[in-house]
């Protein structure tokens, strides 16, 4: 039996989150689709899978965008279709939050803050605490609704990648989204590149 293709889903594909991927990809031994990078996403789930089958190893990150729209976009179209693929194991979502307006949002494992720490509650897309503790962590995102309807085993929340008042910045390393990407691969059990860490 072929062995499936692990990747984790990046609910955020702007030029800023695009090279901060690309960036923790390379620091951390993973490989990336940077043709799924823009906003909104600018190729289908089916070449985004056989883009997939032409890595040289896995884990791989794989950026969605739906450019602020509140239904169902180009990037949840496409996350769709990657997910529920038979050659793709989905190992976790990092999910990012948004101030777009009229959608549900989806339940998180946990959140990191734009502080590094990691809570069981809901941040913004700032990376500041939403709702208090004792609030199931929800996130609002423009490319999140559809992870409810998919089977994703683990999801981390965050604010903007590579912004969040500057504290995840490329020029730091990205420390937030770095951390998410972490946090999903010690959830696998999957080994990956530590030389970069403190």
Request: charged share 25%; aromatic share 4%; proline share 3%.
């Amino acid at each position: 039996m072929k062995k499936k293709i692990r990747v984790i889903l990046i609910t955020d594909g702007d030029g800023v989150a695009q090279h901060v991927v690309e960036e923790l990809a390379v620091t951390l031994g993973l490989r990336c689709i940077s043709a799924s990078g823009g906003n909104p996403t600018p190729i289908t789930g089916e070449e985004i899978v056989e883009l997939l089958k032409t890595v040289h190893h896995d884990p791989v990150l794989v950026m969605f965008d739906d450019r602020g729209s509140s239904g169902k976009g180009f990037g949840e179209v496409a996350m769709e279709y990657v997910a529920t693929h038979p050659e793709i194991e989905v190992l976790g979502a990092v999910a990012v939050a948004s101030n777009t307006t009229g959608i549900v949002g989806i339940g998180v494992d946990e959140c990191i803050t734009g502080n590094g720490d990691i809570v069981d509650c809901s941040v913004d897309k700032s990376g500041y605490l939403k709702g208090g503790s004792g609030h199931k962590a929800i996130i609002a995102g423009d490319t999140v609704d559809v992870l409810n309807d998919l089977e994703i085993p683990f999801i981390v929340g965050v604010g903007d990648i590579g912004k969040m008042a500057r504290a995840d910045s490329i020029g730091r390393g990205a420390p937030i989204t770095r951390k998410a990407i972490e946090e999903i691969l010690k959830r696998s059990g999957i080994e990956y590149d530590r030389r970069a860490e403190d």
